[in-house]
């Protein structure tokens, strides 16, 4: 099993630039494959960002592109997510998931992911 445990969240103007970080608890944590996912009030859970076991792949929400990248450091059981020229649409409360895997997939379901964490809130004022 792993715990996850989000950080780094905060108030920011429009324009400026977070980065979150996911640490891991547990061993193994490069048998996992990790991802973020946003949460807006009134809104559905939407997937951000993910990254494979190894870190070799990602896939990155379109809503996103172009400002965000997902990085992972096995060796601090970490992963993060860059976020640039943020929005007041990127407002929310951003969750950190992982699932064990034998494959070096990237994964964009929450229905995929079996560990979460509690949440980090980002805000972005105009």
């Known amino acids: 099993q792993v715990q996850l445990v989000e950080s780094g969240g905060n108030l920011v103007q429009a324009g400026g630039s977070l980065r979150l970080s996911c640490a891991a608890s547990?061993?193994?944590?490069?048998?996992?494959?990790a991802g973020w996912f946003r949460q807006a009030p009134g809104k559905e859970r939407e997937f951000v960002a993910a990254?494979?076991?190894?870190?070799?792949?990602?896939y990155i929400a379109d809503s996103v592109k172009g400002r965000f990248t997902i990085s992972r450091d096995n060796a601090k059981n970490t992963v993060y997510l860059q976020m640039n020229s943020l929005k007041p649409e990127d407002t929310a409360v951003y969750y950190c998931?992982?699932?064990?895997?034998?494959?070096?997939?990237?994964?964009?379901?929450?229905?995929?992911?079996?560990?979460w964490g509690q949440g980090t809130q980002v805000t972005v004022s105009s």
């Open positions: 998931a992982a699932r064990a895997t034998a494959y070096d997939y990237t994964y964009s379901r929450s229905a995929e992911y079996n560990y």
């Open positions: 990254i494979s076991r190894s870190g070799s792949s990602t």
């Open positions: 547990g061993r193994m944590f490069n048998n996992y494959a």
